[in-house]
């Protein structure tokens, strides 16, 4: 049995006539692990989960999942993986409970009803009907419909888009749960924090591609440095000057000032700070952060996450 | 996780385990949580059935309508008429006789003289009628012997109304467009909203997803045909000449052939307005030729093969045969024949094509 849950080499999607929405992509998630695909709005990440999910014909490239393939095994992978698709519907006249029912009648093992309500903090709404629930308890439906079958690959697509903080946190305790149990994870999502918080590994996705592949500390501490120093100033700073200085690794523009990744922050501020000073400029504004994700990909592309 | 369920009542294992019973389950519960689809598969085929039945209820006959021209002998000639109480006569001046026979407030003027003279167009049935009438009358007013006198056996029978016509015309239609919409429509609105996608997502298997929809509508009809048949029995004394056997068995198959022409127009369409607008295409022309509200006899010649090879024409006629006839199973093979035809072809079809991500 490979070690690998998730292996795809080289996948294709294009939709005539002319966009190419995976464009060569790799990936390769190992069993247990919880991984991330980062990316911004149109990234491909949801093409790439669909065809993964074997929902969606590659144009080209190969996947393998659990070891089997979707051409071959289609019905034996279906019982072992669990989904959220991005955007559902589930049946708007039948009610929590009836719902759940019905996804567990699918499975031939799997958990029982009540407690994969209980998991994701429906009990309370068993009985209301789904065309009645928030957006945030249907996205929770969702995810116990995924875990009904006692699913070996979880497939979340953007889980938590539009949950409360309380719900996002519920959320990541059952994924947390699933991975002790030492089931895979397969999650897209804008989130950050979460990426960060949740997954062993995350991918960076852009325009269809991988362009970078790692844990979140790797990706942050190789693509960005430790810290990130923004500032705001009237012209008269010079970006080579800033880039001379102690502990600063990159600079860039950001918005009307600049930001400066930094690896040692108590070199690099009082040096900013008196260069600026030498310069007669005044500050009118200087925030520093930990580097987080949204950095690497802001660096990468020089693009945000979320426009 | 409190888990209060050992207390609730629960459905046994069978059921609860069972993707078949809880696919046919859902979609019950999805129907009957909705009024507006109860309304229009149960409701308004009978308020349909009220309002026509009504409407074309059996009525007296209308009297013969005459006018009589003023001038010498006007008034004899109206006696004359008059002596008959299936006749309304009135002498009118020349002006007001056109244009009652003109607007059709009379179908004959009579102008009087020796002989009368009769004004009447012949292309109007009601004006052949009021001729024959009022030439009688006058004809024996002058002394003309009756030849015999017949013996009159009057018949209005039960089978022979608009509105025995009417009711199995009505159950074909419903079974019509309930095997369209409810499985046309509604399987294109899973594939709208991607439940569709996602219940493929799962190990479900395909085929039962699609028999359930044909379970449901069998459990439809169930109510469906005996709600209508007997509320046309109860209310207008509509007949039910043959076994409700017959009924159901061809009622079943119309609906087998009528959920497979469902099933093809939705196999491939991506939205429910592009279903919405191919039910119509397919319904509306069986609408008008395959005999619900008049008889199909009624098109040309020419046009008779192809609306002999309508699936509601052969439910409709085969409905009407056993209720109104009393035609038994054997009797109806080739309306069963091609039923079963259609059903079997357009599900090879469907599944041939369908669209199942
Ligand atoms: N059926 C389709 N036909 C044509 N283009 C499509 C189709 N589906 C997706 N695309 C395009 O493919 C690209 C990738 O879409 P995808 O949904 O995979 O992005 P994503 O990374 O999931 O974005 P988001 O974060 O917004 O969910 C987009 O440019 C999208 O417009
Ligand atoms: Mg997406």
Redesign the interface.
């Known amino acids: 049995m490979s070690d690998l849950a998730i292996r795809c080499r080289g996948l294709v999607k294009r939709y005539p006539p002319d966009v190419t929405a995976v464009d060569g992509l790799d990936l390769e998630v190992r069993r247990g692990e919880c991984f991330g695909l980062l990316g911004p709005n149109g990234a491909g990440k949801t093409t790439t989960v669909e065809i993964l ?4 014909a590659p144009t080209g490239g190969e996947v393998e999942i659990l070891g089997a393939r979707w051409d071959r095994d289609a ?1 034996d992978l ?2 072992r ?1 669990g ?1 959220t ?1 991005q ?8 009610t929590v409970e ?1 719902i759940v ?8 093992r799997g958990r ?1 009803e ?2 994969v309500i ?2 994701v903090s429906l ?1 309370e709404k068993r009985r209301a ?1 789904y065309d009645r629930l928030s957006g945030g308890q249907k996205q929770r439906l969702a995810v116990a ?1 995924a875990l009904v ?1 006692e699913p070996e690959l979880l497939f979340l697509d953007e889980p938590t888009t539009g949950l409360d903080p309380q719900s996002r946190r519920q959320l990541w305790d059952v994924v947390d749960d699933l991975r002790r149990q030492g089931r895979t994870v397969l999650l897209t999502t804008h989130y950050m924090d979460e990426a960060e918080r949740l997954c062993d590994r995350v991918a960076i996705v852009d325009r269809g591609r991988v362009i970078a592949l790692g844990t979140p500390r790797e990706l942050i501490h190789r693509v960005v440095g430790q810290e990130v120093v923004e500032f705001e100033a009237p012209d008269g700073v010079l970006e080579a000057e800033l880039r001379a200085l102690p502990g600063v690794e990159a600079v860039r523009r950001a918005g009307a000032g600049w930001a400066l990744t930094v690896d040692r922050l108590h070199l690099a501020i009082p040096a900013l700070l008196a260069r600026l000073e030498a310069r007669g400029v005044a500050l009118s504004a200087l925030s520093t952060h930990r580097a987080t994700l949204e950095d690497v990909f802001v660096s990468l592309t020089g693009r945000r996450l979320r426009d | 996780m409190t888990d209060r369920a050992p207390a609730r009542r629960r459905a046994p294992r069978l059921l609860r385990r069972s993707a078949l019973a809880q696919l046919v389950l859902a979609r019950l519960r999805a129907f009957f949580r909705e009024p507006s689809t109860v309304f229009w598969s149960f409701g308004f085929p009978i308020l349909l059935t009220i309002a026509l039945g009504i409407a074309f209820r059996a009525r007296p006959p209308e009297p013969v309508r005459a006018a009589v021209l003023a001038g010498p002998g006007a008034e004899r000639v109206r006696a004359a008429l008059a002596a008959d109480r299936g006749v309304v006569a009135e002498i009118l001046p020349e002006a007001a006789a056109r244009a009652a026979l003109r607007t059709g407030r009379a179908a004959i003027v009579v102008v009087p003289g020796d002989p009368p003279t009769y004004r009447s167009d012949p292309t109007r049935p009601e004006s052949r009628l009021a001729r024959a009438a009022v030439d009688d009358l006058l004809q024996r007013a002058a002394g003309r012997p009756d030849a015999f006198s017949a013996a009159d056996a009057r018949v209005t029978e039960p089978g022979a109304r608009y509105v025995d016509f009417l009711v199995p015309g009505l159950l074909g239609m419903n079974v019509m467009s309930a095997g369209m919409w409810g499985i046309g429509w509604v399987i294109v609105e899973d594939r709208q909203k991607k439940l569709l996608k996602r219940m493929v997502a799962t190990p479900m298997r395909r085929s039962e997803w699609l028999l359930a929809f044909v379970l449901v509508r069998l459990v439809f009809l169930l109510i469906e045909v005996p709600v209508l048949v007997g509320f046309a029995m109860l209310a207008f004394e509509v007949p039910m000449r043959g076994s409700w056997l017959a009924l159901a068995a061809m009622a079943v198959l119309g609906a087998l052939a009528f959920s497979g022409l469902g099933l093809l127009v939705a196999s491939r369409a991506r939205n429910t307005q592009t279903v919405g607008g191919l039910i119509n295409l397919v319904m509306m022309p069986m609408f008008i030729v395959s005999g619900v509200f008049f008889s199909s006899a009624n098109f040309p010649p020419a046009l008779q093969p192809i609306i002999r090879a309508l699936p509601l024409t052969a439910l409709n006629d085969a409905l009407r045969a056993v209720m109104n006839e009393g035609a038994g199973l054997a009797a109806l093979w080739p309306e069963a024949a091609l039923l079963a035809g259609v059903a079997a072809a357009s599900f090879a079809l469907a599944l041939r094509f369908f669209r199942w991500v």
């Open positions: 999910e074997g929902l969606l019905a279906r019982a993986i989904i698709l955007e559902t519907h589930l049946p708007e006249r039948l009836e029912r019905l996804f567990r009648s699918f499975y031939p029982g009540d407690e209980g998991l009990g009907r419909c079958g």
